[in-house]
């Protein structure tokens, strides 16, 4: 047997690939230990996943792993370099306050980044403590696993560590540590730092890296780069049309919090809208409105161009050309995104097929959803259930007129009525993680010391599309929609 089919204790089988990339991409170190670690919350289907003891891992020893206090064996622990546009300056970044332990082989032959978020200070923590506070780091374990149940390529969170100690934010708070699960940490903002930093060795070393570990598929076309922007291009289309369509506002879209695997990254002032308004942003820094709801597909097409610029001299020889082949690929970003939102849409109102109307009928639905302030989620639940009179808008003319075209819609399809009411299930989420009860949870748990309710909300946001009773206290909008209660996402 090979050596790295070899299993360490606890289950890890940790490598380095991203080490192998050229060294000005990394800074190996230690995480810094903690005080007094203290396993909270800890997610045994990843573990299983990853082919980890969770029994183990949840033992004193583990959870010194999980806290960055012992390293695992043969674990050979970097933060990453990175660059990034913040709302729209450029900076140089890198992890500040996280370590990439390795990346895990799974049992099932996939290889995921194992990285502790909140793990001290590292060359790149410019003024920052390194650490986390243990509010946001369970919001990041909650929306980011309700992302995944609802199918939204995502990073994954398995476990959070109290430390036991107080980091300093406008006030102390109890510090933690995330252990964090990705395809990989590659942001634009790598590629944005190799190009500053780099010189085109090192910009192709890391486009090489990517595809291999990405799309190994595109390793022998004509022109892999070329390939490579428009696969990232694709999955951005398909990945914000995804967060639409359930009313994800990630807050933060930074060309450092956006991956080249196509996950969503960073759940910082991230939230989903209660009522329907595109103008909704959820960071109090976001004065603009630059990171709003109905911006993200338009924001994430300006965070490609700037991946495309580092990618320029990969492209083709000629600058001209290089710049033409970008622009296309961009505007099939456009397009690509478009298609897989109204698709999605379609879905969501149980339409199978294509008819000339789809269009003006989604925007129909949605401008009257935004002039009367219709709750998102409930909306399409309402309409999936079949009871249009639980919405905001039931007894309006123009809903009435709305709902009768829509029905129409739907008798003309060959489809029936069961299987567009199966596809409208599946398409609507009957729970999504409600703003008011993520804080509930995490009050509960940062101030009262109590996961019980945390943990009864990630059941019930486990499987969003299953419609069971349990859900039903979870589906409740809040009794004051305009109050978004959104205060653990700070840092
Ligand atoms: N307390 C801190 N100490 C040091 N660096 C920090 C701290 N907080 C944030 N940073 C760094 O500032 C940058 C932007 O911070 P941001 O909050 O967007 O990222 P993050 O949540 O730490 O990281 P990620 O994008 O990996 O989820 C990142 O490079 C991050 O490492």
Same mark, same amino acid.
């Given at each position: ?20 990339? *050229? ?9 810094? *230990? ?94 920052? /403590? ?37 980091v300093a934010r406008e006030t102390y708070l109890p510090g933690a540590v995330l252990t964090r699960v990705a395809a990989s940490h590659l942001r634009f903002g790598t590629f944005q730092f190799a190009a500053y930093k ?17 799309? *190994? ?48 990254? /960073? ?90 109307? /789809? ?90 010391? /109590? ?29 004051? *929609? ?10």
């Amino acid at each position: 047997m090979a050596s790295n089919e070899q299993k360490t204790a606890y289950g890890w089988k940790l490598e380095s690939s991203y080490a192998e990339l *050229p060294d000005i991409f990394y800074t190996k170190l230690n995480p810094w *230990p903690v005080r007094s670690p203290k396993l909270v919350i800890f997610n045994d289907g990843l573990a299983a996943e990853l082919g980890l003891n969770s029994e183990e891992l949840k033992t004193e020893e583990g959870t010194a792993m999980l806290a960055g206090n012992r390293v695992p064996e043969g674990a050979e622990p970097l933060a990453q370099a990175y660059a990034g546009h913040q709302f729209g300056g450029f900076t140089m970044l890198g992890d500040g306050r996280a370590v990439l332990l390795g990346e895990q082989i799974t049992p099932g032959g996939s290889r995921l980044d194992i990285q502790l978020k909140g793990s001290g200070r590292t060359p790149y923590s410019r003024g920052g /403590d390194g650490r986390a506070a243990l509010g946001p780091m369970l919001r990041e374990f909650i929306i980011s696993e309700a992302m995944h149940a609802l199918g939204i390529p995502t990073t994954r969170s398995l476990a959070v560590v109290a430390t036991g100690e107080e980091v300093a934010r406008e006030t102390y708070l109890p510090g933690a540590v995330l252990t964090r699960v990705a395809a990989s940490h590659l942001r634009f903002g790598t590629f944005q730092f190799a190009a500053y930093k780099g010189g085109t060795e090192e910009r192709k070393a890391l486009a090489d890296y990517a595809i291999r570990r990405h799309y *190994p598929e595109l390793e022998s076309v004509d022109n892999p780069y070329i390939a490579l922007l428009e696969a990232v291009a694709q999955r951005h289309a398909s990945l914000v049309a995804k967060w639409q369509l359930v009313g994800f506002v990630h807050g933060v879209m930074n060309t450092d919090n956006m991956t080249i695997s196509g996950e969503t990254i /960073d759940y910082g002032p991230c939230a989903f809208i209660d009522t329907y308004d595109p103008a909704t942003v959820f960071s109090s820094i976001d004065q603009q409105g630059r990171y709003a709801f109905g911006n993200q597909p338009q924001i994430a097409g300006w965070n490609l161009a700037r991946f495309a610029e580092t990618l320029l001299p990969l492209l083709a020889d000629e600058q001209d050309k290089a710049v033409k082949i970008a622009q296309s690929v961009l505007k099939e970003y456009i397009e690509s995104y478009y298609a897989n939102w109204l698709a999605g849409m379609r879905s969501k109102l149980g339409l199978f097929n294509v008819e000339a109307e /789809d269009e003006s009928l989604i925007g129909g639905l949605l401008e009257l959803m935004h002039e009367h302030g219709a709750d998102f989620t409930n909306m399409f639940r309402a309409l999936t259930l079949g009871r249009p009179e639980e919405t905001a808008l039931a007894g309006r003319k123009a809903f009435n007129e709305w709902h009768e075209k829509w029905q129409a819609r739907l008798d003309r399809q060959e489809e029936g009525r069961d299987a567009a009411v199966e596809l409208m299930k599946a398409s609507n989420p009957n729970v999504i993680p409600l703003n008011h009860r993520v804080e509930e949870a995490l009050t509960a748990a940062v101030e009262h010391n /109590d996961f019980t309710v945390m943990e009864r909300l990630l059941a019930a946001l486990s499987a969003p599309y299953s419609y069971s009773a349990e859900q039903n206290p979870y589906t409740q909008p809040p009794a004051d *929609p305009d109050n978004p209660y959104v205060t653990f996402c700070g840092t």
